[in-house]
């Protein structure tokens, strides 16, 4: 907890437009909808260890922090001795280390850039491990997984031994070497500061498609389970900041995937494929195979 405020050509398209219309209709019918997102990013809670940069040319918005979140954290964490001795349900409270988050969570710079024109695709991409997303409290969106098999559902492999926990009540850790908080369940710290009762849940991030991210709560407070939604998580339709309707997330509670298992968006996935991407972010979670990224 004391880390807490650390900081502080004209015809062809024509054709391609009859074409979309005929094989894709939930496409034509999202290319109606603007999908700017930049005011509302721009006005959304963000806290105040993130910075957003919002260009205006490039169509993006730039996420900076210091990957800590805001809403403070639990004081002791189990870290898995062997992380790749998954799953981790099972194991006597020996196979863990009880670390204090005083002086085992890291700052991590965590710089990400993402579109503030999303666009729908009928065709979905896996998420990868590793970063997805950006939270309002300044901490990473990952997925569900701990391993790159996607066998071990984190929220599923909750463990707790005297009171302390793997994931912490926020659903959220770090990786095994203390940096890059993130989270594998709905962020309860953030969604339950933020709902309104009897109403849509308010975003509580961004997706690395551009698509805003929500918690369970759908038009009118009812709660949305997995069956709800497609096989992203995802439905369009309106939001408290996006009131004429849009693709979005909701993260959910029922049963695995708590996350987003896939973008429904287009994304450059390139350099976040494998342990070799490059592509800045965290690639593997605390408990996934040593690879070289921990
Ligand atoms: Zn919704
Ligand atoms: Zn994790």
């Not at 054709?15 to 700017?36: E, G, R, W, Y």
């Not at 950006?134 to 984190?154: C, H, K, M, T, W």
């Not at 350099?271 to 800045?280: K, T, V």
Request: with cysteine; hydrophobic share 35%; net charge negative.
């Amino acid at each position: 907890m004391s880390n807490k405020f650390l900081y502080g050509t004209a015809a062809a398209s024509v054709l391609l437009a009859i074409a979309s219309l005929v094989f894709s209709p939930s496409s034509a019918q999202n290319a109606k909808q603007s999908n700017d997102t930049a005011a509302v990013v721009e006005a959304a809670n963000w806290a105040d260890n993130v910075m957003i940069t919002v260009d205006t040319d490039a169509k993006t918005f730039r996420f900076q922090s210091n990957g800590i979140p805001d809403h403070g954290f639990a004081e002791q964490y189990l870290i898995p001795s062997n992380p790749s001795d998954q799953p981790f349900a099972d194991k006597p409270l020996e196979f863990f280390d009880v670390e204090n988050s005083t002086d085992y969570f890291k700052e991590t710079e965590v710089d990400a850039t993402i579109t503030t024109q999303p666009v729908y695709s009928d065709n979905s991409t896996d998420t990868s491990l590793g970063r997805i997303g950006v939270a309002l409290s300044g901490a990473q969106i990952f997925n569900d997984y701990e391993n790159p098999a996607r066998s071990v559902v984190a929220v599923d492999d909750q463990v707790v031994h005297d009171h302390v926990a793997f994931l912490d009540n926020c659903n959220g850790h770090t990786l095994v070497d203390g940096t890059n908080y993130h989270y594998h369940g709905i962020p309860v710290c953030i969604a339950e500061a933020a709902a309104q009762a009897g109403q849509h849940s308010r975003m509580i991030g961004v997706l690395a498609d551009g698509f805003p991210v929500y918690g369970n709560n759908d038009v009118g407070g009812i709660v949305v389970v997995n069956d709800d939604l497609d096989k992203c998580s995802g439905h369009f339709g309106p939001t408290p900041e996006f009131l004429e309707g849009i693709y979005h997330y909701h993260l959910t509670a029922d049963e695995a995937p708590y996350m987003i298992d896939c973008y429904h968006g287009e994304v450059e996935v390139a350099a976040n494929n494998g342990p070799g991407g490059g592509g800045g972010g965290p690639k593997f979670c605390r408990s996934c195979r040593a690879t070289g990224h921990h």
